[in-house]
T-cell receptor, first 117, second 117 residues
Framework: DTEVTQTPKHLVMGMTNKKSLKCEQH?????MYWYKQKAKKPPELMFV???????INESVPSRFSPECPNSSLLNLHLHALQPEDSALYLC????????????????FGPGTRLTVL | AQSVAQPEDQVNVAEGNPLTVKCTYS??????LFWYVQYPNRGLQFLLK??????LVKGSYGFEAEFNKSQTSFHLKKPSALVSDSALYFC???????????????FGTGTRLKVLA
């Protein structure tokens, strides 16, 4: 099973709302990622968690707050977003590389389509 | 800096003809290369990867890719295109400059493949 699930599929929120995106995987992966993707553009990395610890934050505004409660779950808390934050938010997971640097495949969820009004 | 380039925004091919989607890379050290496909409003699906070994890598849905170290290329190919192959294709490289334990993938800008009936 190489499935990453994301909820909700669609989300519409106002600029003063607080909402959360959820991502789940049961593949035993210990690295999890949040990406933002605009239409017809490549995914832009936002955050990486490795063994439930935040290892990369790509200078993302504080209105996005990630959380990794356990090895299977990844959340993205949203507050006071701007219309330009409207995008497809993708979660991905992978096994961590071995000490020798062997690469591992990222598996992506279907994404949450976020619209900020 | 590690990077990948996809020189073509769009590739058009007739159904039944062979297709090639181009990717070149620039990395220090051994490259870990990936191809993903994305259908509209969906997440990215893994097609294939090159880590080491044979230069010709076979992947899902009849796709293959040829790793060429001297030309720093990793072109995606398929002997006979299907209309259902029409999608957005991303080449990616794993950024190994961050050291073991930190995982980051760099995506190309994407190539839209259009297979014409």
């Amino acid at each position: 099973d190489t499935e990453v699930t994301q909820t909700p599929k669609h989300l519409v929120m106002g600029m003063t709302n607080k909402k959360s995106l959820k991502c789940e995987q049961h593949m035993g992966h210990r690295a999890m990622y949040w990406y933002k993707q605009k239409a017809k553009k490549p995914p832009e990395l936002m955050f990486v968690y490795s063994y439930e610890k935040l290892s990369i934050n790509e200078s993302v505004p504080s209105r996005f707050s990630p959380e990794c409660p356990n090895s299977s779950l990844l959340n993205l808390h949203l507050h006071a977003l701007q219309p330009e934050d409207s995008a497809l938010y993708l979660c991905a997971s992978s096994l961590p590389g071995l000490a020798g640097g062997q690469a591992d495949t990222q598996y992506f969820g279907p994404g949450t389509r976020l619209t900020v009004l | 800096a590690q990077s990948v380039a996809q020189p073509e925004d769009q590739v058009n091919v007739a159904e039944g003809n062979p297709l090639t989607v181009k990717c070149t890379y620039s990395v220090s050290g051994n490259p870990y290369l990936f191809w993903y496909v994305q259908y509209p409003n969906r997440g990215l699906q893994f097609l294939l990867k090159y880590i080491t070994g044979d230069n010709l890598v076979k992947g899902s849905y009849g796709f293959e890719a040829e790793f060429n170290k001297s030309q720093t290329s990793f072109h995606l190919k398929k002997p006979s295109a299907l209309v259902s192959d029409s999608a957005l294709y991303f080449c990616a490289v794993r950024d190994t400059s961050l050291g073991s334990g930190t995982y980051k993938y760099i995506f190309g800008t994407g190539t839209r493949l259009k297979v014409l009936a």
